[in-house]
C-alpha cells in the first residue's frame, strides 16, 4: 500500500524558515517523480514544486521560485520542502504527491502538513 | 501560462441527478495532459480521470471525462450521497501544473 506521511508543519513566524518532510512507503521511490502541493484555508489547490526521480532535475510555481527547495534522499525514501522567509500567503496544507510516470497527474498523495504563518 | 477556469462555482444538486461540470483552459491544450481530482472535506484529492477520459483505478463508471482543445467536461451520471465534493480540474504542461479554482457539488 502507497503511504506518503508528512511532517514538519506548525506556527511560524514571519520571515522564518521551515523544512517540511514527507516520508514514502510502499512503492519504488526511487522511480517516481515527487511533488509538493498546497492548499490554502477554504482555497483551492496550487502546484508548488516538483523533483525528478533522480533528484537531478527541480521545478518550482513561480510564487515560490527563490524561496523553497526541494530535494529527496532516495536511500531514505523522503522528499524535502526547505520554505525560506515564509509570508503570511505561505499559510497553506502542504501535500506531498507521487508524479505519474507520464508526468501528467498527481497519483498518490499524503494526508498534507498544515503550516501556518503568523507572528 | 494556462488558466483553468470552472464552472460552475458550485452545484446544488440531488442525489440521482446527473452533475456537468466544466473547465475551460485559456487556450487549447493537449487532452493527454488533462486531469480531474475530487476532494472531500478534510481529505486530500483523489485522482478520478486522467488523459481527460481514462478513469482512475477503483473509480466508478459513473464518472466519466470528455473534451478537447479548450473545453473539457466531467460527468456524473447518478449523483450517489459520497460523490458531494469539491472537484478540481488539472493539466500538465512544459513542467508546471496549473489547477482550476474547483466545482463544489452540493446537496440540494
Known amino acids: 500500500e502507497v503511504q506518503l506521511l508528512e511532517s514538519g508543519g506548525g506556527l511560524i513566524q514571519p520571515g522564518k524558515s521551515l523544512r517540511l518532510s514527507c516520508a514514502a512507503s510502499g512503492f519504488p521511490f526511487s522511480s517516481y517523480a515527487m511533488s509538493w502541493v498546497r492548499q490554502a484555508p477554504g482555497k483551492g489547490l496550487e502546484w508548488v514544486s516538483a523533483?525528478?526521480?533522480?533528484?537531478?532535475?527541480?521545478y518550482y510555481a513561480d510564487s515560490v521560485k527563490g524561496q523553497f527547495t526541494i530535494s529527496r534522499d532516495n536511500p531514505k525514501n523522503m522528499l524535502y520542502l526547505q520554505m525560506n522567509s515564509l509570508r503570511g500567503e505561505d499559510t497553506a496544507v502542504y501535500y506531498c504527491?507521487?508524479?505519474?510516470?507520464?508526468?501528467?497527474?498527481?497519483?498518490?498523495w499524503g494526508h498534507g502538513t498544515l503550516v501556518t504563518v503568523s507572528s | 501560462e494556462i488558466v483553468l477556469t470552472q464552472s460552475p462555482g458550485t452545484l446544488s444538486l440531488s442525489p440521482g441527478e446527473r452533475a456537468t461540470l466544466s473547465c475551460r483552459a485559456s487556450?487549447?491544450?493537449?487532452?493527454?495532459?488533462f486531469v480531474w481530482y475530487q476532494q472531500k472535506p478534510g481529505q486530500a484529492p483523489r485522482l478520478l480521470i486522467y488523459?481527460?477520459?481514462s478513469r482512475a483505478t477503483g473509480i466508478p463508471d459513473r464518472f466519466s471525462g470528455s473534451g478537447s482543445g479548450t473545453d473539457f467536461t466531467l460527468t456524473i451520471s447518478r449523483l450517489e450521497p459520497e460523490d458531494f465534493a469539491v472537484y478540481y480540474c488539472?493539466?500538465?504542461?512544459?513542467?508546471?501544473?496549473?489547477f482550476g479554482q474547483g466545482t463544489k457539488v452540493e446537496i440540494k
Open positions: 487556450q487549447s491544450v493537449t487532452s493527454t495532459h
Open positions: 488539472q493539466h500538465y504542461g512544459s513542467s508546471f501544473w496549473t
Open positions: 504527491a507521487t508524479v505519474s510516470f507520464t508526468g501528467d497527474y498527481f497519483h498518490y
Open positions: 488523459g481527460a477520459s
Open positions: 523533483v525528478s526521480a533522480t533528484g537531478d532535475n527541480t
